[in-house]
């Protein structure tokens, strides 16, 4: 019985990791995006999850809202952190600290 129980929660451990890798992916991927769009260079080609909790999407369903952080640098040089949230596997908001565009000077911007 116990080596069930076990089995288990390897497998429950498993598919929770390939689905954090996943999304983690899509996470990157919207990231490096982003940065093309705003002119700036995503660094690292990486976003670590920085925060994991429990939230509803738009139709009430409980998914997992995840916090990714990375960072870009400026056309000067300057290195920045971005974040981006996924609500299960859609991104949410995706933020630039304190990017300015060229056109209006927009600090902030959504890039979604």
């Known amino acids: 019985m116990s080596e069930i129980a076990l089995l288990l929660i390897f497998a429950v451990a ?3 990791w390939h689905d954090n890798r996943r999304v983690q992916e899509i996470a990157v991927g919207r990231c490096r995006d982003a940065c093309i769009h705003a002119g ?3 660094l690292d080609d ?3 999850v920085w925060r994991v909790r ?3 999407d738009a139709n009430g369903v409980l ?4 916090v990714f952080t990375f960072e870009y640098s400026t056309p000067r040089g300057e290195r920045r952190s971005g974040s981006i949230v996924m609500l ?3 991104p949410v908001a995706l933020q ?3 990017h300015r565009e060229a ?3 927009e600090i902030n911007r959504l890039y979604l």
Do not use: C, H, K, S
Request: aromatic share 8%.
């Open 14 to 16: 498993a598919v929770w």
């Open 40 to 42: 700036v260079q995503f």
């Open 46 to 48: 990486i976003a670590p």
């Open 54 to 56: 429990l939230a509803r």
């Open 63 to 66: 998914r997992l809202r995840r």
């Open 88 to 90: 299960g596997r859609v």
């Open 96 to 98: 630039l600290e304190n």
């Open 103 to 105: 056109q209006g000077d």
